[in-house]
């Protein structure tokens, strides 16, 4: 049965009401029609199985049919802040991110980041990042849609690391912990933001920062990962240790 996420205010008790983009994609592509059931989701963990009521050019009107109980989303939410790689990687990571679980995503320019994002192209980038999360939540059934932080700085990701029960930052050459141990110290419904650097890593001035800010330097494991598998090692990791 085919998903669609839609705003809050437009999921009431009896009615959902699905515009833009999808409803091209419900009367020209699906070819539904009157009587069609299709699922909904506020993006905010409400679930319901709807029915087509009524189909404009703009918009589709649907009666809620019944709510639904989903228990898809991780126990602990997950914040990727992932220094901005080169080519097309982010959208991969967003994407194999957004099946994975993740929360949201945060990416940032860091030291050694090489990928510089024009003020004036940021909106756009920002629009078709969403898409892409938008489309994953869908296809791998997620009740939660991620967010998709504006591109900030490191020293920017720092300040907000306060807000999260934990953070790591990935080191492969730190050593002194594990991301076994640290996810062991979490908890369902805990908060976990993980620092991810580009394509080289991050300092060892930006890491000694990090851990003044109280964020855990962390190893992966014996092996070297590529900035766009790490992520996914992780989600993994707490898919995992609580699912």
């Not at 629009?127 to 020293?155: C, D, Y």
């Not at 805990?190 to 190893?219: K, N, R, T, Y």
């Amino acid at each position: 049965m085919q998903r669609y996420f839609i705003e809050p205010h437009q999921l009431t008790e009896c009615t959902a009401l699905i515009t833009g983009e999808d409803v091209h994609h419900i009367v020209n592509v699906m070819r539904s029609a009157i009587g069609q059931e299709l699922i909904v989701s506020d993006g905010q963990g409400r679930v319901a199985k709807v029915r087509v009521a009524q189909i404009d050019p703009k918009q589709v009107v649907c009666d809620v049919a019944e709510w639904l109980e989903q228990k898809v989303e991780l126990p602990v939410r997950v914040t990727i802040a992932q220094g901005l790689p080169k080519g097309d990687k982010l959208e991969w990571i967003l994407q194999k991110g957004t099946e994975l679980g993740a929360f949201a995503f945060f990416p940032f320019s860091s030291e050694r980041t090489v990928v510089k994002i024009d003020a004036k192209k940021e909106a756009k980038k920002l629009e078709r990042w969403s898409k892409i999360v938008k489309e994953a939540a869908e296809q791998s059934h997620r009740t939660a849609l991620p967010e998709v932080m504006a591109p900030g700085t490191f020293k920017e990701v720092l300040k907000q690391s306060a807000r999260y029960t934990k953070a790591v930052i990935a080191y492969e050459k730190h050593g002194q912990s594990n991301l076994k141990a640290e996810l062991r110290a979490l908890s369902p419904g805990d908060s976990l933001l993980v620092l991810i650097g580009p394509e080289g890593g991050f300092s060892g001035e930006e890491v000694a920062l990090a851990e003044q800010h109280g964020i855990v330097a962390v190893s992966f494991g014996p092996r070297i990962l590529r900035t766009e598998t790490a992520s996914q090692y992780v989600l993994a990791a707490v898919s995992y240790q609580f699912e």
